[in-house]
């Protein structure tokens, strides 16, 4: 996620301000999202074992907080 995120800030030239706003533009629609995949998991993933959807969802989280991370903490060059 880090190697996706600040390219995006650089691409747009975004400032150290900027960027809390981008990171949560970027992460807050795929978190609204998520929380229907993972309500409906039996249906989108259909061979994913119950169990799995706890982690999977684990996972999502984990990525959604590493972009809003790097929305507060810039990347030295």
């Known amino acids: 996620m ?3 995120t600040y390219p995006v800030y650089w691409w747009f030239d975004l400032s ?4 809390t706003s ?3 533009l970027m992460s807050l629609p795929g978190m609204f999202l998520d ?3 993972v309500l409906f998991a039996g249906t989108v993933f259909p ?3 119950t169990e799995a959807v706890i982690h999977f969802g684990a996972v999502l989280l984990f ?3 590493i972009v809003l991370l790097t929305g ?3 990347l030295r060059r």
């Open 72 to 74: 507060f903490v810039p």
């Open 35 to 37: 929380v229907f995949l």
């Open 47 to 49: 061979s994913m074992a």
């Open 22 to 24: 981008a990171a949560a």
């Open 63 to 65: 990525g959604y907080a």
């Open 16 to 19: 150290t301000d900027a960027r």
């Open 2 to 4: 880090i190697s996706v």
